[in-house]
Antibody, heavy 118, light 106 residues
Framework: EVQLLESAGGLVQPGGSLRLSCVASGLTFSNEAMNWVRQAPGQGLEWVAMISGGGTSTFYADSVKGRFIISRDNSKNTLYLEMSSLRVEDTAIYYC???????????WGPGTLVTVST | SELKQPPSVSVSPGQTARITCSGDVLPTQYAYWYRQRPGQAPVILIYKDFERPSGIPERFSASTSGTTVTLTITEVQAEDEADYYCQSADNSGNFVFGSGTKITVL
């Protein structure tokens, strides 16, 4: 069974930085494209970023492009999201999710809350 | 690109619920459906327009017609009360989610 578990989020001031991680088990991690999806409080889902299995290709939503960096360490089965220049509107639960070609986002981690506030 | 869903749908137990998702990309991009129960992460219900992953009951089905895709839940149960999201991709290949529909079981 594939399991994903995000690291603890936290409270950060506007303009600050934070790195999230997501540890995967039950899969050949280096074969799988991985994603971050977020959900602002009481709002819908927003795709944030994707990285290919080998880590050579990355894709970002326009809302985070230039501020967030997705990366991975396949030797540690770990996905990362480096967030900088954080804004109040980045406050959300951040989920990591696996995505196989044409099979959708499955599974998802339980999510971690990031709060950007003074 | 935008995917539009009705904010809410109410249905009585044992009846059929239908949720629509409309978007210009849907004739050319696959649609996916997810269920999110309160306080939980989303779970995939449908992939590639109408395929059902193993473990998802046959009560969940989907169809497409032009720019609209529809998720149908038959024999609705109390446990189906949740938020439901459609998802596709825009013409740049970026992933997009619908606005979400809350199903209330009366």
């Amino acid at each position: 069974e594939v399991q994903l578990l995000e690291s603890a989020g936290g409270l950060v001031q506007p303009g600050g930085s934070l790195r999230l991680s997501c540890v995967a088990s039950g899969l050949t991690f280096s074969n799988e494209a991985m994603n971050w999806v977020r959900q602002a409080p009481g709002q819908g889902l927003e795709w944030v970023a994707m990285i290919s299995g080998g880590g050579t290709s990355t894709f970002y939503a326009d809302s985070v492009k230039g501020r967030f960096i997705i990366s991975r360490d396949n030797s540690k089965n770990t996905l990362y999201l480096e967030m900088s220049s954080l804004r109040v509107e980045d406050t959300a639960i951040y989920y990591c999710a696996k995505r196989e070609y044409q099979l959708g986002f499955d599974p998802w981690g339980p999510g971690t809350l990031v709060t950007v506030s003074t | 690109s935008e995917l539009k869903q009705p904010p809410s749908v109410s249905v009585s137990p044992g009846q059929t619920a239908r949720i629509t998702c409309s978007g210009d990309v849907l004739p050319t991009q696959y649609a996916y459906w997810y269920r999110q129960r309160p306080g939980q992460a989303p779970v995939i219900l449908i992939y590639k327009d109408f395929e059902r992953p193993s473990g998802i009951p046959e009560r969940f089905s989907a169809s497409t017609s032009g720019t609209t895709v529809t998720l149908t839940i038959t024999e609705v149960q109390a446990e189906d009360e949740a938020d439901y999201y459609c998802q596709s991709a825009d013409n740049s290949g970026n992933f997009v989610f619908g606005s979400g529909t809350k199903i209330t079981v009366l």
